[in-house]
């Protein structure tokens, strides 16, 4: 930022709002006087006349009363972009750089913008004239920035808005996001973060990269980046309280240049100001400066209510790695500390306002009016800004400018999108670790430089913290194949897991330790397995049993209610009573005799349990349920019921898929399940449309278990497992 000369500057007093629907006429008289009487305009001399010769689409916007600096020297001369400097009245009528046009003071006040003679001298919102020359002249983007900030390239380089990341603060415990945390430096923060949310742990929550975003909801958590924020390196714009407290980091601060670019959702706040910024077409409208708060506030507040307004025109605000670095302009810290007091004390309560700030007009021109006179009523600025912002837009439609159209925002609406596309395991969403790579890259680096960049640790995932996940391996032989593949994709999301399996083939030795043996009958008898964990493993919240080739989706399981069964509701019941009638499936058949003996034993069930199983089967008597069992839970609440229930059909020798659903209804109704779904695929049998290889097409929204998938197949079925669970959807 410059301080135009001098650091104790301060804003000139601002005059009172005029009459906002008085009709503006441009002021003049004879001839352009530049020094004796700044606000005099006498008539277009050929200078200015020539000045407006000079069109394009891509315009750098500056202000200045220093001699061109190298930053200038550079901006100048960049093909392909045309630079209006706007003069104050301590700028030398002299300055020259390059091709850019330099507007005297005095040609200011012939250019017929109604804003001119509202604007302060000695002013950094001077800008604000020059932003209107370049959108007159042709200007469909715009790049604000200072005269120190010194771009590291000899281009003007932003990303492509289809290629940023999102993420999204939790607006339960903070609308703001530090931005600096995601280029690696979470323990420097940009001037104008509100001061209560600085936290140098704060975990981002990243949404899935654009690409995997589901369709319909691209548009609502990730809109296009309307206005896209380079940071800057070595002296960044940081506030006057980092300066005077840390001044022996100052000017040597560097970012990570390998994270990737970011956007943020809808009703999530980040500050940014009038340097390296690039505004497109459809937010030309929002780079007015306010010009009743001070010097160090005005670009922080324009941010501010910027990003609300951008939400009602479907846009979004993004951050790209660092492209230039900032040679600041001298500065006297504690007169910045004054000039931003109300940086200090105002932000937090800014934010809360636009966040529950509400409009019902239709356009946005009466958004923006309407905005600022709330902004005033509230004094975060003065009525003189709302006289500005009246006359902004009367210029705007003056020269040409085609507001965008409004599409108003919705918070319920983004919020419900954005939980339904947030991963409750962010160590496996891409966007996530994309970064964690990059940071991480950076740090290894031996350049001194990037020395502070911080890797943010993943925080631990405490979903199922209190959840024993049981694993049953209904044959051996695969465990030394089988055991590391199953780990590294699940250990990350389950702290407490143990392992059965069969005996035959033995139990490497090397896993003796690790699978008990236990004799299931090849699978049959499987539930014996979560039996034996619910006995010896006391304590949990619940248990959740799976079979070795089963794939969990960990996103939607981490959204269920533990104090319920989750289980698929079984098959429609069979009376048996009549056993002429045929299952579809004819080799369950083989079951019903060992089922004869559970319907004969009269002290298997209590009368509240059968008038459960009656309520569910509608058959008053002996009814079978065949129920699919590789993978379901059960809440410990319910453990007291189902062990001796579970023991008393392997007793009779009931078969999995016979004895788990039955037990379940007996002991749970299931209005008080979560009826997650399953699906099965088989290679000898069924469908041609449902062999394992096409598991992928299977694991949808909702869905909470897939089964078989083998990963004795080899290593790259577990790595495509991993990454499947980067992008699932949850429901």
Not at 248 to 262: D, V
Not at 372 to 393: N, P, S, T, Y
Request: aromatic residues 12%.
């Amino acid at each position: 930022m410059l301080l135009f000369g001098f650091s104790t500057l301060f804003l000139l007093s601002l005059t009172q709002a005029q009459d906002p629907q008085a009709v503006l006429k441009p002021v003049g008289s004879s001839t352009i006087n530049n020094n004796s009487d700044p606000n005099r305009c006498v008539g277009l001399n050929e200078g200015l006349a020539k000045k407006s010769e000079v069109v394009g689409k891509n315009w750098i916007v500056v202000t200045t009363i220093n001699p061109p600096t190298d930053a200038m020297n550079l901006l100048c001369n960049l093909p392909e972009w045309n630079v209006v400097v706007v003069a104050d009245t301590k700028s030398s009528s002299e300055w020259k750089c390059g091709t850019c046009v330099y507007l005297t003071v005095g040609e200011q006040q012939c250019l017929g913008f109604g804003i001119v003679p509202i604007i302060p001298f000695k002013a950094y919102t001077r800008k604000n004239i020059g932003y209107l020359w370049a959108i007159k002249q042709g200007a469909t983007t715009v790049f604000d920035t200072d005269d120190d900030n010194l771009p590291t390239s000899k281009e003007i380089i932003f990303e492509p808005s289809t290629e940023s990341f999102v993420v999204f603060s939790n607006a339960t415990t903070s609308r703001s996001v530090n931005i600096y945390s995601h280029f690696g430096r979470p323990d420097v923060w940009p001037r104008g973060f509100p001061l209560p949310q600085i936290d140098i742990h704060q975990q981002h929550e990243y949404l899935p990269s654009y690409g995997l975003l589901p369709d319909k909801l691209r548009d609502v958590v990730a809109p296009p980046a309307l206005i896209q924020q380079g940071l800057a390196d070595l002296d960044p714009d940081v506030d006057a309280i980092f300066r005077l407290t840390r001044q022996q980091e100052l000017k040597r601060i560097k970012f990570c240049q390998e994270s990737p670019s970011i956007r943020l959702a809808p009703g999530t706040f980040c500050p940014f100001n009038s340097q390296n910024t690039l505004f497109s077409y459809d937010a030309l409208w929002g780079l007015v400066l306010p010009i009743s708060v001070s010097f160090r506030v005005c670009d922080i507040w324009r941010g501010y209510w910027v990003q609300r307004l951008l939400w009602d025109v479907n846009g979004s605000l993004a951050f790209t790695k660092p492209t230039v670095e900032q040679i600041r302009n001298a500065h006297n810290y504690l007169d910045d500390f004054k000039d931003e007091i109300q940086l200090y004390t105002d932000t937090t309560r800014l934010i809360d306002f636009l966040a529950n700030w509400t409009s019902t007009s239709t356009d946005l021109e009466t958004r923006i009016v309407e905005l600022m006179m709330a902004m005033a009523a509230e004094k975060f600025i003065g009525d003189a800004d709302v006289d500005l912002a009246q006359r902004w837009i009367k210029d705007l439609q003056s020269i040409g400018y085609k507001f965008p159209r409004v599409a108003a925002y919705n918070n319920e609406q983004v919020q419900e999108a954005i939980q339904y596309c947030h991963r409750p395991i962010q160590r496996t969403v891409d966007a996530h670790i994309q970064s964690q790579d990059a940071l991480k890259s950076c740090y290894e680096k031996s350049d001194p430089s990037t020395s502070r960049i911080q890797v943010m640790e993943d925080p631990p995932f405490e979903a199922f913290k209190d959840v024993l996940l049981v694993v049953n391996f209904n044959k051996g032989g695969f465990y030394s194949d089988v055991i590391p593949l199953f780990l590294d994709i699940y250990k990350n999301f389950f702290p407490n897991i143990v392992f059965y399996g069969y005996n035959d083939p033995p139990v490497p030795p090397e896993y003796a330790s690790t699978v008990k043996v236990m004799n299931t009958q090849w699978g049959e008898f499987g539930y014996m397995s979560l039996v034996d964990a619910m006995e010896q493993h006391q304590g949990y919240k619940g248990y959740l049993h799976t079979n070795d080739d089963v794939i969990l989706n960990v996103h939607q399981l981490a959204n269920y209610d533990k104090d319920k069964v989750w289980k698929s509701i079984p098959r429609i019941p069979l009376d048996v009573r009549d056993r002429t009638k045929s299952w579809p499936d004819d080799w369950w058949v083989w079951g019903w005799k060992a089922q004869d003996g559970v319907w004969n034993d009269t002290a298997l069930f209590t009368p509240e349990q059968r008038e459960r199983l009656t309520n569910f089967t509608g058959v008053q008597g002996p009814a079978d349920v065949r129920a699919w069992a590789d993978a379901f839970y059960v809440p410990s609440r319910l453990v007291s019921e189902f062990v001796p229930l579970m023991h008393k059909m392997r007793e009779h020798e009931v078969h999995l898929e016979l004895a788990v659903g039955p037990v379940l209804l007996a002991i749970e109704p299931t209005t008080q399940w979560v009826p997650w779904k399953e699906e099965y695929l088989w290679d000898n049998w069924g469908p041609k449309d449902r062999t394992r290889d096409k598991w992928q097409n299977f694991l949808k929204p909702g869905v909470g278990m897939l089964h078989s998938v083998k990963l004795s197949a080899g290593k790259a079925i577990a790595e495509t497992i991993k990454k499947w669970l980067s992008s699932v959807e949850v429901l």
